[in-house]
């Protein structure tokens, strides 16, 4: 159906038309009126095939994405290469891709954990040599340490082992490119508030994070030396003690 805007004002258009003439709708009687600005065949046949691709909900609307004409060939095309590629990599029919791919993630889930478990065997042996290596500080043993690349997760897991001993202090510091950060804990028979010692130094970093008195972690950017930012949190620490 063809005409101007003003011989359609009656019609239960979906949305505004954003032309004034010439215009083409599209309907389905009693069900959907709809302006379209699209390519409009002579016939069905030179659409050639239709596929519909995918379907989301949308509030009280559904989104459909579908591919018509050469496109349905094209899609075919690069679906087969993509299938292709991971029948090769999978070492698994094109049918059996699915239960290739869960296994797969099953077996790397697994990987996963025992690395995990690994890692934190790893820091029970490191929190051994720390406390030994710690250095007597004002009546408390302080572990203070500059890592390249650590996780910030490995950090926290470390501190907190180490803070079960007594008269533990514990500053962390970690650098992942122009990124710092930092990890601060205490142990409970202590009093110091830790959220203030690091509160203190993170605007020196442009940094955000908290936490509670006795464990904080925190980060921002290398606006500082890792070196410098840890005699900064020494500093505010020792007006704490």
């Not at 500080?137 to 470390?158: A, H, K, M, P, V």
């Not at 990124?179 to 409970?188: E, G, P, T």
């Not at 006795?214 to 290398?222: A, E, K, N, P, T």
């Amino acid at each position: 159906m063809g005409g101007k805007k003003e011989e359609l004002s009656g019609l239960p258009l979906r949305k505004e038309l954003a032309v004034s003439e010439h215009i083409r709708l599209v309907i389905i009687p009693e069900y959907d009126y709809n302006g379209c600005g699209g390519t409009h065949p002579r016939s069905t046949g030179e659409v050639s095939l239709l596929k519909i691709l995918t379907c989301e909900k949308q509030k009280k609307y559904t989104r459909v994405q579908f591919v018509c004409g050469g496109r349905v060939t094209r899609q075919l095309h690069q679906k087969n290469e993509v299938i292709q590629t991971l029948t090769t990599q999978l070492s698994a029919r094109q049918d059996m891709i699915p239960n290739a791919v869960l296994k797969l993630l099953h077996h790397t889930k697994e990987l996963e954990e025992q690395v995990k478990d690994l890692s934190n065997k790893l820091i029970r042996y490191e929190v051994k040599e720390r406390l030994d290596n710690a250095v007597k500080w004002n009546g408390f043993f302080l572990i203070s340490n500059i890592f390249q690349d650590r996780t910030l997760s490995e950090l926290q897991t470390l501190a907190r082992d180490l803070i079960a001993y007594p008269d533990v202090i514990v500053m962390f510091i970690t650098e992942h490119q122009e990124k710092l950060q930092l990890v601060c804990a205490r142990s409970d028979n202590t009093n110091i508030n830790m959220n203030s010692v690091l509160k203190e130094v993170l605007p020196l970093i442009n940094g955000k994070g908290g936490g509670k008195p006795f464990f904080v972690q925190g980060g921002g950017d290398r606006m500082l030396p890792p070196d410098q930012v840890m005699k900064e949190l020494m500093r505010v620490l020792t007006h704490q003690v």
